[in-house]
C-alpha cells in the first residue's frame, strides 16, 4: 500500500463518485477503479457499498477514511518539516542591535562564512525585544542583543558583561581629563539615550544604572539611533554612555573616557531557540569561544581600551 492509494481513495470517498474524482486527480476513471480494486484486495474487505449512487462507504470504509485522512496530513507535515529543516540547513539568519557592529561581531561573521562556504548568511538590524519575537516565528536563527528578557521559548546566553564608556563632545572643559569619569559627573550634565523605541530597551538600561546609584541625569534627550546620539554629542548637545567596544568609532569632536563604577556595563547576550542545537548554532557557540580566547591572549600582552580589560567584545 502507498500513499497515492490513500491519496485516491480519500477523493473518491469525498467526491463520492469516480468521474469527478477522476478529473480532480486528473488521471482517468478505470485505472482509478483498479486502484480502489486493488486496495479492497490488500484489506480483504469492502470500502464502498456496491451499487450505491452516490457512492457511500461500508462501515469499514468510513473508519479506514479517517484514518487514511490523517495519515495523508501527517505525511503533508512531515514533507513540508523536512523542507522547512533544509532550508534552514542552508540559511542562517542573525540579528542583532547596532553596537554589536563595533565589536567582534563583523569578525564572528567571517569566520562563520570561512567554515560554512555553502550557507547562505543574513544579518538583520533589531532591537531585542523585536529578536524574541523574530526567534519565535522562525525569523531569524539567532539574536544578539542586550537586555536580560525572560521568555519560556527562547534560551537566553549572558556572553559578557561589557564596560561603558563616556561619549564627550570636544568642547566640554572634561574632554581634556583622561582618567575615569564617575556617573555622579556623567549626570551633571545633559544625557543622550538611544532607542527611543521599542521599549524596553538599552536606553532603560542606561538609565537604571544612574538610578541604582540614586543619579538623575540633568536632562534625558531619546534618540533613535546610536549614530544620532554620536552626532549630537559632536554638536555639543551632551554625553552619552555607550559599549566601550564603540570607542572605534571616532567621530570628529567626540572623545571616550571609562566610567569609573564597575557596575557600568552591559550585558552582551545570545539567544536562541530552546533546544536548538543544530550544527550551526553549535559552531557559532565554538567561535565565540575561540574569539574572547584570543581577546583575553592579547590582552595579557599588553592590549588596552578605553574601559580596561572589560573593553574587547563581541558587542
Not at 544625557?191 to 523605541?197: A, D, F, I, M
Given at each position: 500500500?502507498?500513499?497515492?492509494h490513500?491519496?485516491y481513495?480519500v477523493t ?8 469527478r474524482?477522476a478529473?480532480?486527480l486528473?488521471?482517468?476513471q478505470?485505472p482509478?477503479?483498479?486502484q480502489i480494486q486493488d486496495?479492497?484486495?490488500e484489506?480483504?474487505l469492502?470500502?464502498?457499498?456496491r ?5 457511500k462507504l461500508?462501515e ?7 484514518h487514511?485522512t490523517?495519515l495523508?496530513?501527517?505525511?503533508t507535515e512531515a514533507i513540508h518539516?523536512t523542507r ?6 542552508r ?7 547596532s553596537?554589536?557592529m ?7 561573521v567571517r569566520?562563520?562564512r570561512a567554515a560554512r562556504?555553502n ?6 538590524e533589531m532591537?531585542?525585544?523585536e ?10 536563527d539567532v539574536g544578539f542583543?542586550r537586555?536580560?528578557?525572560?521568555d ?6 549572558v556572553?559578557?558583561?561589557e564596560?561603558l ?5 570636544c568642547?566640554y ?11 555622579s559627573e556623567?549626570?551633571r550634565?545633559p ?7 521599542p521599549?524596553?530597551s ?7 544604572i544612574f538610578?541604582?546609584?540614586?543619579l538623575?541625569?540633568?536632562a534625558?534627550?531619546e ?6 546620539a554620536?552626532?549630537?554629542?559632536a554638536?555639543?548637545?551632551g554625553?552619552?554612555?555607550v559599549?566601550?567596544?564603540?570607542h572605534?568609532l571616532r567621530p570628529d ?5 571609562a ?5 557600568a ?8 531557540r530552546?533546544?536548538d ?11 565565540i569561544d575561540?574569539?574572547?580566547r584570543e581577546?583575553a ?7 588596552t581600551?578605553p ?9
Open positions: 500500500m502507498e500513499l497515492r490513500l491519496r481513495f473518491v470517498a469525498d467526491e463520492q463518485n469516480f468521474t474524482a478529473e480532480r486528473h488521471i482517468s478505470p482509478l477503479s483498479r486496495l479492497e484486495e484489506l480483504g469492502q470500502l464502498f457499498e451499487g450505491s449512487r452516490p457512492l461500508t469499514a470504509g468510513r473508519f479506514f477514511h479517517t487514511a490523517r495523508l496530513e501527517q505525511a518539516t522547512r529543516v533544509a532550508q534552514m540547513e540559511r542562517m539568519v542573525i540579528g542583532f542591535v553596537s554589536t563595533y565589536g567582534a561581531l563583523p569578525r564572528l569566520l562563520f562556504p550557507t547562505e548568511l543574513a544579518l538583520l532591537s531585542t525585544v529578536q524574541m519575537e523574530a526567534l519565535k516565528a522562525g525569523r531569524i542583543g537586555l536580560r528578557l525572560d519560556p521559548a527562547v534560551k537566553r546566553e556572553l559578557r558583561e564596560a564608556v563616556v561619549a564627550i563632545p568642547e572643559e572634561i574632554a581634556n581629563d583622561t582618567g575615569p569619569m564617575s556617573l556623567v549626570a550634565h544625557n543622550l539615550v538611544y532607542p527611543r523605541k521599549r524596553p538599552y536606553a532603560d538600561q542606561v538609565l537604571s538610578r541604582d546609584k540614586g538623575e541625569p540633568v534625558v534627550h534618540v533613535q539611533e546610536l549614530q544620532t554620536l552626532g549630537l554629542v554638536s555639543g548637545m554625553l552619552c554612555l559599549p566601550a567596544s564603540v572605534r569632536e567626540v572623545v571616550y573616557r566610567v569609573l563604577e564597575p557596575q556595563v552591559s550585558p552582551i547576550i545570545m539567544s536562541t530552546v533546544h542545537d543544530s550544527t550551526d548554532i553549535v559552531l557559532l557557540r565554538q567561535l575561540d574569539i574572547y581577546q591572549q592579547a590582552r595579557s600582552r599588553g592590549s581600551a574601559g580596561g580589560d572589560r573593553a574587547e567584545s563581541l558587542s
